[in-house]
């Protein structure tokens, strides 16, 4: 890291000055002082003696017992699928829909208010909220749209319900395949069903939007407008990347019109990954605002529909432990071959058998290659054998886990609303306890990022800070927390949310706390999280945004 030598200067560009300023690397925030040069930080002083740093064209911004503290920095997102279906223009949300039949008739009305639209597309909805918790069939969407493609996708984004027209549109038959990834239903008589699940579904979604250039960069732009005002000044943008497979071009010009106000880390597929190709984009793109970190795998699926890898059977379907969604034996060629070359990967995992088999193939390659500190992160853990706990911090393995998905798992009575379905319904009480393990994981020695999965739930990084220090719903349910022993502290989850995600992309040299040399990426918040709450902590907005030294946002 370059060394930094401001300690004489007399006339910073921008100081900070607080009551509570929270740098990341003690357990409370310190009333104190923070002076920024260029896009770095200047110096932090604790106490008396920030105003030294102050001339006479010095921004002074007074916070007073609002808390300032890092940028926040999401370390799981898919934002070039998010960006479209933050738009109403493209698609619309199901969320609300009561029964197959209204999701239906809520994909005829925005069809019939977009006439423009190629395809008619959904997203959220929510069938384990039905009385009948049958998905749609094409028959049934055809006998309501028929004339163009309509695809209705589950709220877990593994799911979809399309009719006849979106099948003819990808070119898919009877006699077509399942992936490797992902299932194509069909019916006793081997017809279509227009529901596919997985890897099967990715064909659709990747398809619905291919709009004019123009229109990806108004999209983009007003989504990393959303994301200036929560307060991300980073992201972790992991495959697949949805709509549009290569970004950065947009992404670039963007920068250059200074409407990029988040860093963006990208992890392309490694189903992709050619060794000098790959290295020349690293290369490329090492150190600025776009990085290339490493690459993406799913290796199995998710619990509400019983595609997620488990040990043993699921309580909830005994006939099944679920599977993998790649096959394991080419995947692990390709993922060894990366951590040969030096690549970290980032892989999805959220059945406990899947978490293991990806332990196991890390621990393969420290053997075959020693250590390496790749930073190489495990994707959710929502289920994880006490057994394997303590292997994260033994191979040097990070965690990135989504404590809103958990609010969502919780279903019925005292516990919520079960979006995704119930979890301890599907892995039984014994596996539930070890269910978005944090506590046991930070106790272990794993070093744990937070993110959001965007747009499966959406960016608000109050959202996962509330569970992850809660473990109750929106509506404060269960009253002590669903399993309440894996809750982590308030310190603990605002530094898996800066400094965790920055360290699981090997970026913390530069990112995740504020001292002297570090990038100004800093917010201030409306109140002092530390004080607040639990009902506070939902309503904590973001009032200044700082990235690169430039105030970004003010409320």
């Not at 959303?226 to 307060?231: E, T």
């Not at 058998?353 to 193939?361: C, G, K, P």
């Not at 960016?459 to 509330?466: A, N, Q």
């Amino acid at each position: 890291m370059i060394e930094w030598r401001y300690i004489h200067m007399s006339n910073a560009a921008m100081v900070i000055r607080g009551n509570a300023i929270f740098d990341g690397t003690g357990a409370k925030p310190f009333a104190g002082g923070i002076a920024v040069e260029g896009k770095r930080i200047a110096a932090v002083v604790k106490g008396e003696g920030i105003d030294r740093y102050i001339g006479p064209d010095t921004r002074v911004i007074d916070c007073g017992d609002r808390l300032v503290m890092p940028g926040f920095n999401d370390g799981h997102t898919h934002i070039t699928q998010g960006a479209f279906l933050e738009d109403p223009d493209f698609s619309f949300c199901l969320l609300e829909s009561g029964s197959r039949e209204e999701a239906i008739q809520m994909a005829k009305e925005y069809g019939d208010s977009h006439p423009d639209n190629e395809w008619v597309f959904g997203y959220m909805m929510n069938n384990l909220l039905w009385k009948d918790q049958t998905l749609p069939t094409c028959h049934d969407i055809d006998r309501v749209i028929s004339d163009r493609p309509v695809v209705l996708q589950l709220a877990d984004m593994h799911t979809v319900a399309v009719n006849t027209c979106a099948i003819e549109k990808i070119g898919i038959t009877k006699d077509t395949k399942s992936p490797a990834d992902g299932v194509i239903e069909k019916d006793e008589k081997g017809e279509l069903t227009g529901r596919f699940y997985d890897g099967a579904s990715f064909a659709f979604t990747d398809a619905i939007c291919s709009p004019s250039d123009e229109v990806y960069m108004q999209i983009y732009e007003n989504l990393f407008d959303k994301m200036k005002k929560l307060g991300i000044t980073s992201c972790s943008l992991v495959a697949p990347y949805g709509a549009h497979d290569d970004p950065l071009p947009y992404f670039e010009k963007m920068e250059e019109k200074g409407t990029l106000t988040s860093r963006v880390m990208m992890y392309p597929n490694i189903a992709e990954y050619e060794k000098e190709s790959f290295a020349a984009l690293q290369k490329k793109y090492a150190d600025g605002k776009l990085r290339i970190r490493g690459l993406k795998q799913l290796i199995d699926g998710v619990t509400s529909v019983f595609t997620a890898y488990l040990l043993e059977p699921y309580t909830n379907d005994p006939g099944t432990c679920g599977a993998t969604s790649v096959d394991m034996k080419e995947f692990k060629k390709q993922a060894l071959e990366a951590i040969k070359d030096g690549v970290p990967l980032r892989i999805h995992t959220i059945g406990d058998r899947a978490v293991r088999e990806m332990l196991d193939i890390f621990e393969e390659g420290e053997r075959l290659y020693g250590k390496q500190n790749l930073r190489h992160v495990q994707e959710h853990l929502e289920t994880i054998h006490p057994e394997d706990i303590p292997r994260f911090a033994k191979l040097g393995i990070c965690g990135c886990m989504q404590p809103w998905h958990m609010l969502f798992d919780l279903e019925g009575g005292d516990k919520g609303n079960g979006l995704y379905g119930d979890k301890e319904a599907a892995v039984g009480s014994q596996r539930a306890k070890h269910s978005w393990p944090m506590r046991e994981l930070l106790d272990a020695g794993m070093v744990l990022s937070l993110g959001s999965d965007f747009p499966v739930v959406g960016l608000e990084p109050m959202c996962e800070i509330y569970g992850a220090v809660t473990r109750q719903t929106f509506d404060g349910k269960p009253e002590e927390g669903w399993y309440p022993e894996q809750r982590i502290t308030m310190e603990e989850a605002l530094k898996a949310y800066t400094w965790g995600s920055a360290y699981a992309e090997g970026c913390e040299q530069d990112l995740g706390i504020l001292a002297e040399g570090m990038l100004a990426d800093i917010i201030v918040l409306d109140k002092n999280l530390f004080e607040a709450k639990p009902q506070e902590i939902l309503d904590t907005k973001v009032v200044t945004t700082i990235m690169d030294g430039q105030v970004v946002y003010e409320a």
